[in-house]
C-alpha cells in the first residue's frame, strides 16, 4: 500500500534563547514527534501523514544540532538538555496534554518527559528506544560510536546516499528516503565535541515513573532493533506498559514497517485517548 504524502510544513519557534525549527501540519488533538538521533523533524513524513489523516495536529521539531535547530554555544548534547527544549517548546506552543511520539533518541526524551512530567502527557508511543538488559546510565563524555559513521554519510553525494538508502532500506517510500538524507547532511558535527549522553539515568526507573499510557513498539534484534532481547524478557514482565515487537522492521520500525506500525501505535492510541 502506498504511504500517504507528507503534510508537513517547516517553521522557526523562539524558547527563550534557543530557536527551534519545527515541521508541523493539520489541526485538532496534538501529537509531538521526537525524531532519533541524525534524523530531523522531516523524518516523520508518513506517520505525520496517518497523524493527520485522523484529525490530530502535529509538531515535530528538529533536536538541537540537527536540521535547522542550531547548537549554540556552551551547549551540551545531553537527554537532560534535550528534555529541557522539549518542555520549553511544549510550554510556548501550549501543547496542553499531548501525545508524545519518539524514535530511538527521540524516545529516550518522550520517556523522560512521561516520566517526569505526566501533566504534560496524555500518552506515549516510544518506537525502539536503546535499551539493553545491562543498563549503561552514566554521562558519555568522549567517544560517540555513531560520529564516524554521521562523517563519512554526511560527505556522500546526495544521489549516491540515497541509493544507499534505498539498498539498505528497500520498504522506505521516496519522501523518506530523501528526509533521510537531507537530515544527514544537516547534523552538526560539533556536538561530537560536546558532553554527550544517551539516557543519563536507569531507563527501567523512568519506566516504571511513567504514570500515564505507555507503549514501546520494536523492531527484530536480528534486523538492528535497539531494544536488545534482555530488556525485551524485562518489558514483557513490566505492568503498565505494553510491549511489541514487529516482524521483518528493524531499528526505524515506523519506515521498515508503516502498516503493521501504524495499526498497533494508532490502535494503541485511540484506547488510550479516545
Avoid: Y
Wanted: glycine share 10%; with cysteine; proline share 5%.
Amino acid at each position: 500500500m502506498t504511504a500517504p504524502a507528507s503534510p508537513l510544513a517547516p517553521r522557526f519557534v523562539d524558547i527563550g534563547d534557543r530557536r527551534v525549527h519545527l515541521w508541523e501540519a493539520g489541526s485538532g488533538a496534538p501529537a509531538l514527534l521526537l525524531h532519533g538521533f541524525s534524523d530531523d523533524g522531516s523524518c516523520w513524513t508518513s506517520t505525520a501523514a496517518r497523524f493527520t489523516n485522523l484529525g490530530r495536529r502535529v509538531v515535530a521539531p528538529d533536536a538541537r544540532g540537527h536540521g535547522r535547530t542550531p547548537l549554540l554555544a556552551g551547549d551540551e548534547f545531553t537527554a537532560a538538555g534535550r528534555l529541557a527544549d522539549v518542555e520549553r517548546l511544549a510550554k510556548v506552543l501550549e501543547l496542553g496534554n499531548v501525545v508524545v511520539v519518539g524514535h530511538s533518541m527521540g524516545a529516550v526524551t518522550a520517556m523522560h518527559l512521561a516520566a517526569d512530567r505526566p501533566d504534560l502527557v496524555r500518552a506515549t508511543v516510544l518506537i525502539d528506544p536503546p535499551l539493553t538488559g545491562r543498563e549503561l546510565d552514566g554521562e558519555r563524555n568522549g567517544a560517540n560510536p555513531f560520529e564516524e559513521w554521521v562523517r563519512e554519510v554526511a560527505a556522500m553525494e546526495p544521489a549516491e546516499l540515497a541509493d544507499l538508502c534505498r539498498l539498505e532500506n528497500p520498504n522506505w517510500t521516496h519522501d523518506e528516503v530523501m528526509a533521510w538524507v537531507s537530515s544527514k547532511r544537516a547534523v552538526d558535527v560539533a556536538l561530537f565535541d560536546r558532553r554527550q549522553s544517551w539516557h543519563g539515568r536507569s531507563w527501567r526507573s523512568a519506566i516504571e515513573s511513567i504514570e500515564g499510557p505507555t507503549i514501546i513498539i520494536a523492531g527484530e534484534p536480528e534486523l538492528g532493533s535497539a531494544v536488545d532481547s534482555g530488556a525485551g524478557r524485562w518489558l514483557d514482565r513490566c505492568q503498565g506498559v505494553e510491549f511489541a515487537r514487529i516482524p521483518g522492521a528493524g531499528h526505524s520500525v515506523h519506515r521498515d514497517q508503516r502498516e503493521r506500525f501504524a495499526e498497533l501505535a494508532l490502535g494503541f492510541l485511540a484506547r488510550s485517548t479516545d
